[in-house]
T-cell receptor
Framework: DAGITQSPRHKVTETGTPVTLRCHQTENHRYMYWYRQDPGHGLRLIHYSYGVKDTDKGEVSDGYSVSRSKTEDFLLTLESATSSQTSVYFC???????????????FGDGTRLSIL | SQQGEEDPQALSIQEGENATMNCSYKTSINNLQWYRQNSGRGLVHLILIRSNEREKHSGRLRVTLDTSKKSSSLLITASRAADTASYFCATGGPSNTGKLIFGQGTTLQVKP
């Protein structure tokens, strides 16, 4: 949907290992976002990017880092995964309306990450 | 921290009935959006209402916004089994970052 792909779709790994999730877009949108979704919490913003090499923290950024070396790719890295980071991770993208306001966000189908 | 709360957390109705979901929020907003999420899928945008609007329609959807009460409602009329999903409100703040704060969602079940 809306040219956004997340990989992998499912991953199981062990505590202490590094994990990288990839979000790829074909829409040439400037803004990209990483969320996690947990029962009882809805979606919470981890990090977002407003351009190549331009990123900022969200609400729950501890334990996560991101990188954006080109417009189409936004990577989320868990340097040393913990069981509390077991979650479903969603990437979203947004462009601009003609009046300069943000368009609604378009979401990928998520990555289900289990950390044992 | 979540921006607000959605009510009810779960709703079960018969096909053809109307479904109403409410969303409350805490801070100033630029806009409020509603999204739908089918099981195992990403969120899909339904409708956006700006802070200077009071009501908006899109097909069978009607959204209202009361900024004085910091609340919004989503009405789905003549519901169908295919409307079964989780519905989330999300608020966009005054800064132009596009960041959204999501509510915890309402799970809607429409029985055939």
């Amino acid at each position: 949907d809306a040219g956004i792909t997340q990989s992998p779709r499912h991953k199981v790994t062990e505590t202490g290992t590094p994990v990288t999730l990839r979000c790829h877009q074909t829409e040439n949108h400037r803004y990209m976002y990483w969320y996690r979704q947990d029962p009882g919490h809805g979606l919470r913003l981890i990090h977002y990017s407003y351009g190549v090499k331009d990123t900022d923290k969200g609400e729950v950024s501890d334990g996560y880092s991101v990188s954006r070396s080109k417009t189409e790719d936004f990577l989320l890295t868990l340097e040393s995964a913990t069981s509390s980071q077991t979650s479903v991770y969603f990437c979203a993208i947004s462009g601009f309306e003609p009046d300069g306001g943000h368009q609604p966000q378009h979401f990928g189908d998520g990555t289900r990450l289990s950390i044992l | 921290s979540q921006q607000g709360e959605e009510d009810p957390q779960a709703l079960s109705i018969q096909e053809g009935e109307n479904a109403t979901m409410n969303c409350s929020y805490k801070t100033s907003i630029n806009n409020l959006q509603w999204y739908r999420q089918n099981s195992g899928r990403g969120l899909v945008h339904l409708i956006l209402i700006r802070s200077n609007e009071r009501e908006k329609h899109s097909g069978r959807l009607r959204v209202t916004l009361d900024t004085s009460k910091k609340s919004s409602s989503l009405l789905i009329t003549a519901s169908r089994a295919a409307d079964t999903a989780s519905y989330f409100c999300a608020t966009g703040g005054p800064s132009n970052t596009g960041k959204l704060i999501f509510g915890q969602g309402t799970t809607l079940q429409v029985k055939p």
